[in-house]
């Protein structure tokens, strides 16, 4: 990786992280209990991957970083909240996120409900006072937003996922899961930075073919890692979805093919970008980040 995307990474991480210390509530104000434990659910931890896409987009089309900021926000936002409602025992059960105790093993079930509801209404209060190009391009991106966190987004998907357990799905049958659970917010990460930039009909749809093939691409990543990271390499449990008994990429296709799929997503998802009439750099740098990444 070069030192100037190095550098540019870690400073969208540094931005995104104190534009979501500025929003959440402080955990010195009633209830005091709640605002902790959406700090703490929030901020001090994970990749930062749909800020990164986001801004990345956006830049390319010389959107205003302040309202990049709030997309970013709100997109991390409904990211935090899927981890934490995902993470509670009546979901995926897990205790442990980026290297801690989940939200409800450090606080509580009933707190990790209401943080996970709190964290999503914010989401949409951060978009719909971003400093947007327009009124029309701030109802679009609110829009865009619900659609893919929703029912025929994320928490579609999450309801596939969780009917899956233990059934067998065709390859077709996963992916349509995929798209939906995680594809979709990163789908909407890349499409609400380009929104920002004031993006034309023909860059919208170009993005959105790179972002699904780039969705695709972070989940058949995800099912690499979980069956060959360690728990302390991922800060997560891993061997996770062959314990539940899931159907994955991996548990499907094996291994090497799993990775050949991944190749073949990479390079579908860098093809997508010559359409673009704008520099992609960033966003083909990210895709090789996503392919790569060891977390
Ligand atoms: C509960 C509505 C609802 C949805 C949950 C996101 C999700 C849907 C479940 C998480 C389970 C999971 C492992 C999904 C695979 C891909 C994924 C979203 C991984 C976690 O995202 P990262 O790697 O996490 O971007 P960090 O911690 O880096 O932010």
Redesign the pocket.
């Known amino acids: 990786m070069s030192d100037s995307f190095a550098h540019w990474m870690a400073a969208i991480r540094l931005r995104t992280e104190s534009a979501l210390d500025r929003r959440l509530p402080a955990s010195a104000t009633a209830p005091a209990r709640l605002h902790e434990a959406m700090r703490y659910s929030t901020l001090g ?6 800020p990164l896409l986001c801004h990345a987009a956006g830049a390319a089309l010389a959107a205003d970083a302040r309202a990049l900021d709030a997309a970013a926000c709100a997109l991390e936002l409904i ?1 935090a909240y ?2 934490v ?2 993470d509670l025992p009546c ?2 059960d897990d205790m442990l ?2 290297g801690r105790p989940t939200c409800h093993v450090e606080f509580d079930q009933a707190t990790a409900l209401l943080v996970g509801d709190a964290l999503q209404a914010l989401a949409f209060q951060a978009l719909a006072e971003a400093a947007a190009p327009s009124c029309q391009r701030r109802l679009a991106m609110i829009a865009l937003l619900a659609q893919a966190a929703g029912a025929r987004g ?2 579609g ?2 309801a596939i ?1 969780l009917a899956a357990v233990g059934a067998t799905l065709t390859l077709e049958e996963l992916e349509f899961m995929h798209i939906r ?2 594809g979709a917010l990163i789908r909407a990460a890349v499409l609400l930075g380009a929104h920002c930039g004031e993006a034309d009909d023909a860059a919208l749809v170009a993005l959105g073919h790179y972002a699904s093939r780039a969705g695709l691409l ?2 058949i990543v ?1 099912d690499i890692l ?1 069956a060959e990271g360690s728990t302390i390499t991922l ?2 449990t891993a061997g996770k979805d062959a314990a539940r008994n899931k159907p994955t990429y991996v548990s499907m296709l094996g291994l090497s093919r799993a990775r050949e799929l991944a190749a073949t997503l990479r390079a579908q998802a860098q093809e997508a970008l010559c359409a673009c009439a704008f520099d992609t750099t960033r966003l083909a740098r990210l895709t090789d980040y996503i392919a790569d990444r060891t977390f």
């Open positions: 931890g994970g990749k930062r991957m749909r990211h899927s981890l409602h995902d979901m995926d996120r980026r994320m928490v998907g999450q996922d659970k995680t972070f989940q995800d979980d800060g997560k």
